[in-house]
Every structure is written in structure tokens, then in C-alpha cells.
């Protein structure tokens, strides 16, 4: 058993909130980790999948109110939208009645169904937990490179060998495409969205360019537009935007796309092991994206990230603008011995960050002048998440 580091957060909440839903991608460990956070309270699971657990709630509000006191679990809840509405009543009956926390949690697939209607019915009574897979603080320190090349769906890190990854893996994929997007979602043929979610693994950390996909794919641009939306909402996707300030420079306006877990772009890419990564150009933009999904996980709540791009090269990979009203920039290297390049001196120059680095997959921590540090993964992230 790998201890997620959400898991105190997740705890601070149901002790706040008296709803809390935790989203995720299907197979990420929601479900582990709420019955281990449930364990140690009087609880409720309920299974929306199961049939059987879904016939409990044809009369939901006469079943839950039998569960006063006790913790209700409720899994795949995105699969019966109605069911916020019996909770937005009993949730604000609870609280005239002194019960104020601890007393739903919600988990979902992080469809669109669910951010919705819990977003119209239990605003204000609802806090959220993303759930994401393992990241570099979760596991042991010489495990990092396994972690980025099968990435971090626990079932994949955790698999006997490279070759049962790769096919887990790819199942996942099929199922996701197959089963899981068209109950979460608009209805898109499965072998149209793998194209397009194949083609954003080529293009890991590239500038969208919609146009082009669109003429890919033999469809318009508000079809694309749909097809991104749909995989962000998913939380497969990450969408970075640009960073916008009064600079005097000419900036890029477009975002960056990354497919948000390496082990599913190499999977995409049909890349089965370390040596198959490293010998495809896309091995340092997976590694970009790999670097920056583990920093944003360990960053504080209410972090802003963005990258910042001139016409004149001035290029920041990742630039976070942390909740204490505190800059930093990173530049992101794959190798032992990273080189600072003129367009990240000059875009050091433009934003004046109160900090900037340059993470590399080594471990020494050293100066490269001019103000700017080198650092691991690791010792970034840990960097990020001592800040409070």
C-alpha cells in the first residue's frame, strides 16, 4: 500500500465541509483511499455501479436519512446526477441541526455531469479534492524513472514488469474510450477521439494548434475545441495558458497541451520501456510534461501555472505564481548536466521572478549564476509543498 499524500487534506475537508468530492480519473486510487479515510469512522459505501447498491436509493433521501452520524461514501456518483438534490436538503436540514461536516463523500470520474450539478445544487456546502496518480513524493527515490516512463496509474507503476504496464495500460485505454467516455460525456466515436488523443501525445508540450488537428482529423475546429475540452474535463489532458502581463513584448497567446500522465503518452505512442522512451523525440517533452504534472501536485492550493513565450525566444517552461504573492520560474531539462539557454536569461529578465530554476534529473542542488538554481524533481517538489 502506497500512502497518497492526500489523504490529510482529504481528512481537513470532511472535517470543514459537509460534502466532499473527490475527483479523479477512473483507476487513480479514489476509491483505496476513501475506504481508508472512511475507516476510521462510522461509515456508509455505496457502489453507484452496483445494482444492487443503486437500488437502495430509489427513495435517496428516506435511505440517507436513515444514516444520520455516520460518514455516507458514495462512489461513481456522476452515474445519478438527481441524487444532489436530496443532498442539498439534507445536507442544509444537518447543518440547522448542528451536523456541519464530515457527512457525504462524493467520488467521481471527474465527469462533466458531476462538476455541474454539484456546482448548481451544493454550492457553498461542497469542497474539492483532485485525486491525482502517484507522483515523485509518493514513492521511493530511485524509483523515479520507472514512475515516469510507466507512469503514474498505481496498477501500471506498480505492475511486475514493463511489459504487463504497457498492456495494462492499454486496456485502460480501450476502456476509457470504449466504455467510460461514453457515459461520462458527448457521444464521440471511440477510434476518432483515440486519433486525437494520439495525436496530442506527438505533440506533448506543443503550442495547440487546432487547425491543424482539425485538418487531421477531418472535422472543424469547434469539433476540436469539444474533443480538448472533453479530455481536460477528464483531468487527462492538461490545458497550460500562456502568461499574460504588460511586458512590451510581443507574447505567444496559444496554450500547451500535455497529455497530464507520461505512462499513457508512451502507451499512446506504443513505447513499452525505457530504452523505447529514450530513443523517440518524444522523450524530452514527456519529460517536460512528466516534471510538470509532479511540481503542480506538490505546489500549494491556489497556485497559478503558465508558461511565457516571446516572438523573440524568450521562453519560460513553467512560471508559478504562488499563493503568497511570490514568482517563480522554471525551466525544465532532461539530463545530468542542464545548460541555461539565452531565452531563458531573457525571459528571467522580462518577468524578474523573486526565484528561477532550472529542474534536471539529477539530485546535486547547485547555482548556474545570475540567480538561477539547478534542482531535481524531487527536491522541487519538495521545495513546493513545504510552502504553507
Known amino acids: 500500500m502506497i500512502e497518497r499524500r492526500l489523504a490529510k487534506r482529504l481528512q481537513e475537508l470532511l472535517r470543514q465541509f459537509p460534502a466532499v468530492a473527490l475527483l479523479g480519473p477512473r483507476q487513480v486510487g479514489k476509491t483505496t483511499l476513501a475506504r481508508t479515510i472512511a475507516g476510521v469512522a462510522e461509515k456508509v459505501y455505496l457502489d453507484l455501479e452496483n445494482p444492487h447498491d443503486l437500488e437502495k436509493l430509489t427513495d435517496a433521501r428516506g435511505y440517507l436519512e436513515g444514516q444520520a452520524g455516520k460518514l455516507v461514501v458514495l462512489d461513481e456518483v456522476q452515474r445519478v446526477p438527481d441524487l444532489f438534490q436530496a443532498l442539498r436538503g439534507l445536507i442544509d436540514e444537518g447543518i440547522r441541526a448542528g451536523r456541519t461536516s464530515g457527512r457525504f ?3 467521481g470520474s471527474a465527469s462533466i455531469d458531476l462538476l455541474r450539478q454539484s456546482g448548481e445544487s451544493l454550492a457553498g456546502r461542497i469542497a474539492y479534492a483532485e485525486l491525482a496518480p502517484l507522483d515523485v513524493l509518493e514513492i521511493e527515490p530511485d524509483q523515479m524513472s520507472p514512475l515516469w516512463v510507466r507512469g503514474g496509474f498505481p496498477r501500471s507503476f506498480l505492475a511486475g514488469n514493463d511489459r504487463q504496464s504497457a498492456v495494462w495500460r492499454e486496456n485502460f485505454i480501450r476502456t476509457y474510450l470504449e466504455r467510460d467516455i461514453p457515459q461520462l460525456g458527448p457521444r464521440v ?4 477521439l483515440r486519433r486525437f488523443w494520439t495525436m496530442l501525445a506527438h505533440s506533448q508540450g506543443a503550442l495547440l494548434n487546432a487547425a491543424q488537428l482539425a485538418r487531421s482529423l477531418s472535422v472543424d475546429g469547434k469539433t476540436v475545441a ?6 481536460v474535463d477528464l483531468l487527462l489532458v492538461r490545458r497550460l495558458p500562456p502568461y499574460h502581463s504588460n511586458v512590451g513584448k510581443r507574447l505567444v497567446k496559444s496554450p500547451k497541451t500535455y497529455v497530464r ?3 499513457l503518452v ?3 505512442l506504443r513505447l513499452d520501456d525505457g530504452d523505447a522512451v529514450l530513443g523517440h523525440p518524444v522523450a524530452g517533452a514527456s519529460w517536460e510534461g512528466f516534471v510538470i504534472e509532479n511540481l503542480l501536485r506538490a505546489a500549494p492550493e491556489r497556485t497559478q501555472a503558465s508558461f511565457y513565450r516571446t516572438s523573440a525566444g524568450a521562453e519560460i517552461d513553467l512560471l508559478l505564481e504562488l499563493p503568497n504573492n511570490r514568482t517563480w520560474a522554471i525551466k525544465i531539462k532532461r539530463g ?8 531563458f536569461h531573457l525571459a528571467v529578465g522580462d518577468i524578474r521572478p523573486d526565484k528561477a530554476f532550472v529542474v534536471y534529473s539529477g539530485d546535486e542542488r547547485y547555482p548556474k549564476g545570475k540567480g538561477i538554481e539547478a534542482i531535481g524533481v524531487r527536491a522541487m517538489a519538495e521545495e513546493l509543498a513545504a510552502i504553507t
Open 336 to 343: 545530468g548536466a542542464p545548460k541555461v539557454g539565452k531565452g
Open 105 to 107: 463523500l462524493l467520488l
Open 261 to 263: 500522465d507520461s505512462g
Open 189 to 192: 466515436p471511440a477510434e476518432t
Open 226 to 231: 469539444r474533443y480538448l475540452d472533453l479530455m
Open 266 to 268: 508512451h502507451a499512446l
